[in-house]
């Protein structure tokens, strides 16, 4: 019970819906596990189970006309994602894959939002809410992308990222695909990761990098 007060004090969006319902939408998931690179759902998969992530880093993907399927945002302990889909009952819109070397999530169905949304009616009010959460990182993501310098902009989706990840935590992300969520060369994105560092705004490690 207190890991489960804890996950909920962390979530962006479990701590502003009301505390039974957070608890009940836990105790109705089921733990999954997930490896590095292992997808959760895929772009255009049918409405499906919504997920809270326990630990590890969850990539979600976006596609690119040019690039294809690429990573958009990274999402830590205590989002909740894969709502929109069951609220649209349309195909997914983004995909989602583990990033970090192990990730432990709770799997919610269809089938178990009903049960909760008899007992509890604010729930589809709840799931809006976040629904609204998530798209506002969609709206984020393209604020970003309108930055023109390359070290602000790549500065700027470092933090946004950081936002959701556990504080002070490593974002597993290489230069190559920092690079492709910012719109801009491996070279750019290598001196103004370089930039960054020598500010002080920055670490830089193998495949990961920590927003200071």
């Known amino acids: 019970m207190d ?34 690179g292992e997808g959760i759902y895929q772009i255009g998969d049918p409405p499906g189970d919504m997920f809270c992530i326990i630990s590890g880093v969850v990539a979600i993907q976006t596609e690119d006309s040019e690039t294809g399927v690429i990573i958009g ?49 604010q729930l589809w009010r709840a799931l809006a809410g976040l629904c609204a959460m998530n798209a506002n990182i969609a709206v984020q993501t393209a604020r970003d992308l309108m930055i023109r310098e390359p070290e602000l902009r790549c500065e700027a989706v470092l933090k946004r990222v950081s936002v959701w ?10 230069q190559e695909e920092l690079a492709v969520m910012c719109a801009l060369s491996r070279g750019s994105v290598s001196r103004a990761l370089k930039a960054l560092q020598d500010s002080g705004r920055v670490s830089v490690g193998y495949g990961k990098i920590w927003v200071l």
């Not at 556990?166 to 992300?173: D, T, V, W």
């Open 3 to 36: 890991n489960r007060n804890k996950l909920i004090d962390q979530s962006n969006w479990l701590s502003r819906i009301p505390r039974d319902l957070a608890e009940a939408l836990l105790s109705q998931g089921r733990l999954t596990k997930k490896k590095a």
């Open 73 to 121: 945002h990274l999402l830590g302990r205590g989002c909740c994602f894969g709502e929109n889909a069951i609220l649209s009952g349309m195909p997914r819109q983004i995909g989602a894959v583990a990033k970090s070397g192990e990730c432990h999530l709770l799997s919610i169905s269809i089938g178990a939002l009903e049960s909760i949304g008899a007992e509890f009616p």
């Open 165 to 174: 990840l556990e504080p002070n935590a490593q974002i597993p992300l290489s």
